[in-house]
Every structure is written in C-alpha cells, then in structure tokens.
C-alpha cells in the first residue's frame, strides 16, 4: 500500500513553520491516540507519528521535500513496533518528548502500575430468559494479586532494588546508525524486562510476578430484551494489574438459544398457526401460544392463508425500556385434508355442485390448440333430421334438474364443518 503524503497526514502546507507543524500533530494527536474513546485509531496515530518525524526534522524535511518517500526511507523512526497502550495516561506533551524531545522522562509509565488485561466469557440462554430476563452466576479464572508475596513477587525477606540499565523506567533508548545520520529507538530495558527494578529472590507461589490465577464466581443480571451478540460489562471483573494496576473487566457475551415454535425480529415475534378450511371459511376462536402463555384469538370469516393477525404487546421489550413492548404476529395457513372418507367426499361434492363448481373439464368442451381452427368435431352435434325443433317438454325437464341440483341445503355447511372439526376438543395447532 502506498504511503501518504506527510503534508497530506498533519493536514499543513508544504510551506508550514516547524511551529505549524508542530500545533497540528498536537491538534490531530489528542484525536487519534488510542486512549481516546470513539476517534482513537491506533494505524493512522502511527502514520501521523511518522509524518511529524519527519517534517519536523529540518535536515529529513529538506531530503522529503526533494526525493519523496524514498529520500527519507530507512531515515525514519519506525513506530509499528511500539505498543502505545503502554502509555496509558501520558499527556500528547509527554508522547512528544519521548519520541522526539530525546530522552524518557523520570517515572515513566512502564516501571509503574500496568492496568489488567479484560476478560470475556460466551454465555448461552434460553429464548425466553433473553425476553424476560434473568439473573445468571458464571464462575471465571482470573488473575489476582499473590497472597503469599502481597503482590510484590519477592520471597519474604527478599530485597527489591531499582534496574540500574534503566533507572527504574523499564525503558532504554537505542541509538540507530544509518546512512542518513542517527535515530534514537525507545525499547523495552532487557534487564528487567520492563519492570524497572531487580528481585533478588522470587517468590516460590508466582514466580517473581506478584499474580496467581484463581478461580472467581460474579453475580449478575440479564436485563429483558438482549438479542445474540449482546454485551454485559463487568467493571473490575478482569484480570489484576502488574505491580499495583487495577483490575481490567470482564464481558459477558450473549447467545441467544432458537424457539421451536418463535421467531424473533427484534422486537417483534412471529408464529406460524395452521387453521381447518372449516375454521377458514365460518371463523372462530382458537387458543395460540405466546411467551405469556396461551392466549384465544378470533378467526374472522372468509380468511385465507397468509393472513397475519398482531397480537399487541405480546412481543420482546425494548431493551433499556421494558415498559414498552413489541407485537406478536400470527401468520395463518389454511390447511386442507388430505385423506377422505366416503360421507367427507361426498359433502364436498355436493358443496362443490351448490358452488357451480366444475371439478373436471368435459371432453366435448375441451378448448383446442392455439393456433387451430375448430374442427367438425367440436360443432354440434345434429339429430340427424333436419327439421327437428328442440322439445318444450325437454326444455322444461332440463329447467326443473337445474332448479333441483341449485337449491340449496341449509344444513349442509353445519354437516361438513362437524365432519371436520377436530375430535376431543383438540385445538387447532395440533
């Protein structure tokens, strides 16, 4: 990937003052240091390091200002190896004279108190503990101070001294010789290993760390409304700082568990409720399950598959709110038998013939290919004398079977709907 420009990254004019310069890292620096919350950005803090680096050095400015990037190439002080999380605390000032006022100050960050590293933990529930809420008990191993040392590492009776290479810092600078002149590189003391100061006899329990890992129980609560992927923070719940730091925290990562009846949509739940084609066509009531438990709910008549019925206030509350509520939604689907008994078949034909309902298609009336002229075939068919006429009486006959077979029954409906209603009271759903 191709570098920016470093007039580009402190946002100065290629004729900027070394006190313009200056002001804008400052300005740019208290945004993008990691420490800061919301616009910190550890990659492009680096990248605004390295361009004030350079430009604020007459002598690396004039080689940039002529060659580019490759004029000042292995000339730079390299910042993807420092961990600025180490400087917790420091000010953009101290930042500044570290890496480029030339010397660390007294007291520096590493040799004192280090924060504690947080801690995570995936915790499964049920669907309905994560509508509700819960109150829930993990149990986590973490670090804490040693008991036997009080946290100092040292055996009893054992003397700790400061780290004569680094004066109790846990820094050192390292001066780097190159074609271009000398850099100072800030590193962690090898002596000490950052701690800033000599044990001359570890403790036997942690090792010269003044930490054990222990195994800890938290209470907490599962507040209504958390969906999968939501956080809980435990404030102090992490693992304990080196030498003195505070505790860091411990996040608790939900995982919600699927309903075998529910969806969830947010706030919103669905549920797929199947109705007989009797309930579809009269209406009625039918008792659905909720996350409050069994509710009756009312089948308007004429209703076909795909109609949703809301169910207020029957869905997840808001979380942060559990005042206000989602809906539950009913999807309805209209189920038709697939097995019949000889009276089912025959009620159903009979309903089908009161409809003036064809179920087959006649062969004398089967349409022709498109495209294709009607054939001899498909023309009356004549009686074969020619001045035969249509009988009254036969008009009269055909009139009557008609008026017989429209008449409706009105007992018919109730006849079908109580061969199809479920047995033994059984609801709906089943």
Avoid at 229 to 250: C, T
Avoid at 323 to 345: I, M, Y
Avoid at 353 to 369: C, G, I, M, Y
């Amino acid at each position: 990937m191709a570098k920016r420009d470093y007039y580009e990254v402190l946002g100065v004019s290629r004729k900027a003052s070394p006190e313009e310069i200056k002001k804008a890292y400052r300005s740019r620096a208290r945004q993008l240091h990691p420490d800061v919350k919301g616009s910190g950005d550890e990659a492009a803090f680096k990248e605004l390091s390295e361009a004030y680096d350079v430009l604020f050095d007459s002598q690396k400015r004039a080689l940039y200002d002529r060659y580019g990037h490759e004029g000042v190439k292995g000339n730079t002080r390299s910042f993807d190896d420092i961990d600025f999380s180490s400087f917790a605390g420091f000010g953009i000032d101290d930042i500044i004279e570290v890496f480029f006022g030339g010397g660390l100050r007294s007291g520096g960050r590493r040799g004192g108190p280090e924060p504690g590293a947080h801690l995570k933990y995936d915790l499964q529930i049920e669907f309905l503990d994560a509508v509700f809420g819960v109150d829930k008990k993990v149990s986590i191993k973490r670090m804490e101070e040693c008991t036997t040392c009080d946290g100092t590492g040292a055996a009893q009776g054992s003397n700790i001294t400061t780290c004569a290479s680094c004066a109790g810092i846990g820094q050192v600078q390292q001066v780097v010789n190159s074609w271009f002149g000398q850099s100072i590189r800030v590193m962690e003391c090898p002596t000490c290993q950052g701690n800033g100061r000599k044990i001359e006899k570890p403790c036997r329990d942690c090792r010269g760390e003044g930490l054990l890992k222990k195994a800890r129980d938290f209470d907490f609560s599962v507040p209504a409304g958390v969906e999968s992927g939501s956080r809980i923070r435990l404030s102090s719940a992490g693992d304990k700082g080196r030498r003195g730091g505070p505790y860091g925290d411990l996040f608790i990562i939900i995982h919600v568990k699927e309903h075998e009846k529910f969806v969830r949509d947010g706030d919103t739940i669905h549920y797929n409720q199947p109705i007989s084609f009797s309930m579809a066509a009269l209406g009625g009531e039918i008792i659905v399950p909720t996350v409050e438990g069994e509710k009756l709910l009312k089948i308007a008549p004429g209703t076909q598959t795909g109609t949703m019925i809301v169910m207020k206030g029957l869905g997840v509350p808001r979380l942060g709110n559990p005042a206000r509520r989602g809906d539950q939604l009913v999807h309805l689907t209209v189920t038709t038998p697939t097995k019949l008994s000889s009276e089912e078949r025959k009620l159903l034909e009979k309903l089908a013939q009161l409809r003036s309902e064809s179920l087959n298609v006649a062969p004398d009336k089967s349409a022709p290919e498109a495209g294709s002229p009607a054939s001899a075939q498909d023309k009356p068919i004549a009686s074969g004398k020619p001045d035969d006429k249509p009988s009254k009486n036969g008009d009269d006959l055909d009139k009557q079977q008609d008026e017989s077979q429209t008449k409706e029954d009105p007992s018919l409906f109730e006849r079908i709907v109580e061969v199809f209603r479920p047995k033994n009271g059984e609801h709906e759903d089943k």
